[in-house]
T-cell receptor, first 113, second 116 residues
Framework: GDSVTQMEGPVTLSEEAFLTINCTYT??????LFWYVQYPGEGLQLLLK?????DKGSNKGFEATYRKETTSFHLEKGSVQVSDSAVYFC????????????FGGGTRVLVKP | DAGVIQSPRHEVTEMGQEVTLRCKPI?????LFWYRQTMMRGLELLIY????????DSGMPEDRFSAKMPNASFSTLKIQPSEPRDSAVYFC??????????????FGSGTQLSVL
């Protein structure tokens, strides 16, 4: 079945450091890929998405590129802020699987001033 | 729009009691998802509905769990009897895929369930 694997956290960084969170997937067909973010005490919200190979999703300084050849969708940000402290989830949507969104395990990121 | 509304926000109950979690999706959304989040298992899909009909309930852990969607604006997740291992945050999410470029889930704030 479809699955998403992302690096385990927690990831602890200093402000202005470079952030990378690895995400790989297995899916039938051509899924859409997403990064969701969960701030403390809140539900998940969409951060960015990409719907086909080589697409780059971007939002709030975060970027991720859909790499079909490596089945990856790594999240990056060049200079993190304390406000980026959250849990980040990689996810895929395979229409062939009935519009079911499959999430990775989540990666907790803590940015220290 | 008020977004996806879940109630209660927090629930503390004793083992063996019945627990009912409630969700009001965003108006016009035809898909509704129930997820459970724990430290050990991360975010698990329990069940989802399309047009009020359950499509996939393979994630429901056991017969103690049941979910209903009697109409387009309301869904419940019931646990009877509850057990301490059911303690988790339960999220409801809704969306519509009628717009092909949408593909975005809107999550509620969750219900923090503690079973003592």
């Amino acid at each position: 079945g479809d699955s998403v694997t992302q690096m385990e956290g927690p990831v602890t960084l200093s402000e202005e450091a470079f952030l990378t969170i690895n995400c790989t997937y297995t899916a039938t067909g051509y899924p859409s890929l997403f990064w969701y973010v969960q701030y403390p005490g809140e539900g998940l919200q969409l951060l960015l998405k990409a719907t086909k190979a080589d697409d780059k999703g971007s939002n709030k300084g975060f970027e991720a590129t859909y790499r079909k050849e490596t089945t990856s969708f790594h999240l990056e940000k060049g200079s993190v802020q304390v406000s980026d402290s959250a849990v980040y989830f990689c996810a895929l949507l395979a229409r062939a699987a009935g519009n079911k969104l499959t999430f990775g395990g989540g990666t907790r990121v803590l940015v220290k001033p | 729009d008020a977004g996806v509304i879940q109630s209660p926000r927090h629930e503390v109950t004793e083992m063996g009691q019945e627990v009912t979690l409630r969700c009001k999706p965003i108006s016009g959304h035809d898909y509704l998802f129930w997820y459970r989040q724990t430290m050990m298992r991360g975010l698990e899909l329990l069940i989802y509905f399309n047009n009020n009909v359950p499509i996939d309930d393979s994630g429901m852990p056991e017969d103690r769990f049941s979910a209903k969607m009697p109409n387009a604006s309301f869904s419940t997740l019931k646990i009877q009897p509850s057990e301490p291992r059911d303690s988790a945050v339960y999220f409801c999410a809704s969306t519509t895929f009628k717009i092909t470029t949408n593909e975005k889930l809107f999550f509620g704030s969750g219900t923090q369930l503690s079973v003592l």
